[in-house]
């Protein structure tokens, strides 16, 4: 199994930048595929970005061209850099893993995770 844990929330103006950070534990972190959800008080959580192995990226359409993810493999680190904010940005994220055979494997469904972090508080003001 893995741990991952998740930093860099706060709070920020709309049309300010965060970056987010997801830390994992063991040392087979590159074997795993890795994905950012959001989720507000009495919704579903829902998918925001997935990088593969290879790095491959797929973004939901609500965060296209404003967030990027990232990975830095030596570090076991995944990353979340949001620019542009809107006040409907306004979620807990959670980081999540996946084991992955495969380079390019970007799942964004929450049933092809199967490592969650704790979440980290995002909150957007106009």
């Known amino acids: 199994q893995v741990q991952l844990v998740e930093s860099g929330g706060g709070l920020v103006q709309a049309g300010g930048s965060l970056r987010l950070s997801c830390a994992a534990s063991g040392r087979t972190f590159s074997n795993y595929a890795m994905g950012w959800f959001r989720q507000t008080p009495g919704k579903e959580r829902k998918f925001v970005a997935t990088?593969?192995?290879?790095?491959?990226?797929y973004y939901a359409d609500a965060v296209k061209g404003r967030f990027t993810i990232s990975r830095d493999n030596a570090k076991n680190t995944v990353y979340l850099q949001m620019n542009s904010l809107k006040p409907e940005d306004t979620a807990v994220y959670f980081c999540?893993?996946?084991?992955?055979?495969?380079?390019?494997?970007?799942?964004?469904?929450?049933?092809?995770?199967?490592?969650w972090g704790q979440g980290t508080q995002v909150t957007v003001s106009s």
């Open positions: 999540a893993a996946t084991y992955s055979e495969g380079y390019l494997y970007t799942p964004s469904q929450l049933s092809e995770y199967d490592y």
């Open positions: 990088i593969s192995r290879s790095a491959t990226t």
